[in-house]
């Protein structure tokens, strides 16, 4: 039986997350094209000096949107510096989401655009390594739509990283270490959140 006044509270704190989400949306609106690539440079040579960076060998970061922090630079750099590099690929109509191996940087071309505009490998596509089948990852690069300084971080509403992170508890490497990308107009006071909502272990953004 729900306790008493739950539903109630999880209606304020879906129409809280609602709010908040078409607020950063408009923010990132508002953001310019030049502005995006100078602060998307500054975070990728702070990620590439990162500690955490330098000693993970088996990384998992997404392929920008472009309201996201662009993570091209980093991505040639993962391959430079000879690491093994995992993009998510996305089930529609689902919370399932994959982390699966690039060959190279220039493997990127290959990939199928979908409906969201993401690229990704395809739905048949069977012959990369899912890297929870393998060795695990040392490491995730989070994106998302907004984050306070406690590590709370509001996603686009579907759950994939939180899913996918819960599987990686399971693994015998044990859960990643994540960092999440932000472009200084992504950080908020607070972020409203629920006990599924999986916290950060770092947020990186141009001030911090």
């Known amino acids: 039986m729900e306790p008493a006044g739950r539903p109630r509270d999880m209606a304020a704190l879906r129409a809280a997350k609602a709010a908040l989400r078409a607020e950063l949306r408009a923010r990132l609106r508002a953001l310019g094209e030049a502005e995006k690539r100078s602060q998307s440079r500054r975070l990728s040579r702070k990620v590439i000096d990162h ?4 000693g ?22 993962i391959f430079k510096q000879g ?7 996305y089930k529609s109509h689902s919370n399932h989401m ?7 940087a220039e493997d990127i071309s290959s990939l199928t655009l979908t409906s969201w505009n993401i690229l990704q490998p395809s739905d048949d596509d069977s012959a990369r390594e899912e890297a929870l089948a393998g060795g695990g990852l040392d490491l995730i690069f989070m994106p998302g739509l907004g984050f306070d300084k406690k590590g709370n971080r509001l996603g686009r509403g579907k759950g994939y990283y939180d899913t996918y992170l819960e599987r990686c508890m399971k693994h015998p490497s044990g859960k990643p270490y994540t960092i999440a990308l932000a472009f200084r107009e992504q950080i908020c006071d607070s972020v409203p959140v629920t006990e599924n909502d999986v916290p950060v272990d770092e947020i990186l953004y141009e001030d911090c």
């Open 51 to 54: 500690p955490k960076y330098q």
């Open 83 to 89: 690491k093994e590099c995992f993009i998510p690929r």
């Open 56 to 77: 993970s060998k088996r990384i998992a970061i997404f392929l920008s949107m472009p309201d996201e922090v662009q993570t091209e630079e980093i991505i040639k750099d």
């Open 98 to 104: 994959d982390m699966l191996k690039l060959s190279s």
